[in-house]
């Protein structure tokens, strides 16, 4: 068994405890340890890993990095009486090596664990928008690469916030955007709006 207490990972046995250095992580969440522990199992001989979670989170960092652990990922999901593995290897295969470079941007960018959602817009809309438009799905591969976002980045960032919320508008600047919405609707509009 694996134990991590802030920075430091142990093994436990039976008779003893030894630190793992390899393991050795700044990372928070355990949402993205998971992937630094499950590359380590498949260093040590592992031929497939098991992640168990429930949160949408896991998954997509799993899809975002599957190619780069080199065995088959599954993740297991549901409630003691129900209980389903989904085959992270075979759904990134599916859905394609581009799009699953972007989801961790486009997850992020709509509303996380850290980040809050749109008012009124949820992640299919926008999943839909980034499987149509490859612009979108090299702008959200990209998101989060840097601390710093270039002015085009942003700009495209804020033309796809445009096209979730008003696809025909024509505008790409959000601000822009609130203001057509709000003469659109005659000042009746609710602050979430």
Known sequence: ??????ETCYK???DDSVEVTELQSTHEEADTRLLVHALHAVRSGSK???VTAED???MVICLGFHKDI??????KRGTQNRTRFVDITKLGSAIGGT???????LHSFTGCDTVSAFAGRGKLGALKLL???TAYQETFSQLGQSWDVSTELFDRVQQSTCRMYAAGKGTTDVNE??????CAKRGEVESSQ
Do not use: W
């Open 1 to 6: 068994m694996y134990i991590t207490c802030e």
């Open 12 to 14: 436990m046995t039976e």
């Open 48 to 50: 497939a890993v098991v």
């Open 56 to 58: 949408t989170d896991v």
């Open 70 to 75: 080199p065995c088959h990922i599954f993740q």
């Open 99 to 105: 799009i699953c470079n972007s989801l961790i941007g």
């Open 131 to 133: 499987k149509k438009d």
């Open 177 to 182: 955007l609130r203001y057509q919405l709000f």
